[in-house]
């Protein structure tokens, strides 16, 4: 699968300063992919709950969410999908930070989409790596997205520092996700990542993973 993946555009980086950023409500924003690793959602969902609101502002301005716009003012998330669903899980009112890297012309659900499938901006597997799927067959909503286990398998390597982050690469983790699991690894899901990791570590340092970005190799 990993190889099946489309050719991309690389995202552009946030602006340097803060108050070029945009508050969307997290209800107004449509996804970009089909499913979200839980055992990362979980986790960010404990540290929304551990903030106060101040904190918590001043995080999501940290991390703003790459946006693209269509004609008519809808809005798509290029990115964080996980932290976006773990605060929406805690709060659906709640609201966050955001910067456009494209504004289109097109308003039609199905044109905006295929101008971001043309970019490389769409995942369309589902969380058992089927697919590519027709762009309709995207969710509209965060709450919506499914649980795929590999994506919480490369969560938890980036989190071990296994695997290096790429922030301007479009569903980098999927990516990982992918070439995982086109190999062999122990029974496994997003709620006991633990049966495979071992061999998951070996496997993302080793050199069949090099061509990989964020692969670091054995001298971790």
């Given amino acids: 699968m990993a190889l099946r993946l489309p050719p991309y555009d690389p995202l552009p980086p946030p602006p340097p300063r803060t108050d070029a950023l945009v508050e969307v409500a997290l ?23 551990a ?32 932290r976006l669903r773990a605060l929406i899980e805690l709060d659906p009112t709640a609201s966050t930070f955001g910067y456009v890297v494209l504004q289109l012309k097109e308003s039609e659900r199905q044109e ?26 995207l969710p509209t909503r965060l709450e919506e997205l499914q649980d795929d286990p590999y994506r ?6 980036k989190r071990e520092g296994v695997i290096a982050p790429a922030p301007l ?5 999927f990516r990982w996700g992918a070439w995982l699991r086109s190999r062999r690894l122990p029974p496994f899901s997003s709620e006991r ?7 998951a570590r070996a496997l993302a340092r080793s050199s069949s993973a090099a061509q990989l970005a964020g692969w670091q190799g054995t001298g971790i």
């Fill in 152 to 157: 919480s398998l490369v969560w938890k390597l």
């Fill in 112 to 137: 905006v989409l295929a101008a971001l499938h043309l970019r490389g901006w769409l995942y369309l597997f589902d969380g058992r790596g089927r697919g590519p799927l027709a762009p309709a067959a």
């Fill in 169 to 173: 690469i479009p569903f980098h983790e």
């Fill in 51 to 82: 903030e106060d609101r101040d904190q918590r502002r001043g995080y999501l301005k940290e991390k703003p969410v790459p946006l693209v716009r269509s004609g008519d003012g809808g809005l798509w998330m290029v990115d964080r999908h996980h």
């Fill in 193 to 199: 990542l633990d049966p495979a990791l071992p061999a």
């Fill in 27 to 49: 209800a107004d924003l449509q996804p970009t992919q089909l499913c979200v690793g839980l055992a990362e959602v979980r986790s960010r969902r404990e540290d929304f709950r």
